[in-house]
Nanobody, 124 residues
């Protein structure tokens, strides 16, 4: 059974940092891309970042470039999202998702498996 479990969310002041974790199980980590998405109240889900399990290639949304860093630990089947210089507009529920294949994508409908999400709240 494929499982994705996010952790690391919380409340932080603007300018602060958080590190989210996505622990994956039930599939061969190297054969999948893992993406981070977020959804704020009343807004559509937005792709934030993605990392390929096969070659480590990365992609970021323009809104987070230079502030967020995605990384993976294939031995632990875990992907991290380091979020620095957080802004109130980063407030959302953050989800990780898994997509079979070797590419990267920020398109949510291309992902087959989803975690339950973790809340990130950035106060001004």
């Amino acid at each position: 059974e494929v499982q994705l479990v996010e952790s690391g969310g919380g409340l932080v002041q603007a300018g602060g940092s958080l590190r989210l974790s996505c622990a994956a199980s039930g599939f061969t980590f190297d054969d999948y891309a893992i993406g981070w998405f977020r959804q704020a109240p009343g807004k559509e889900r937005e792709g934030v970042s993605c990392i390929s399990g096969s070659d480590g290639s990365r992609v970021y949304a323009d809104s987070v470039k230079g502030r967020f860093t995605i990384s993976g630990d294939n031995a632990k089947s875990t992907v991290y999202l380091q979020m620095n210089s957080l802004k109130p507009e980063d407030t959302a529920v953050y989800f990780c998702a898994a997509q079979p294949g070797w590419g990267t994508s920020l398109v949510d409908y291309e992902y087959d498996y989803w975690g339950q999400g973790t809340q990130v709240t950035v106060s001004s």
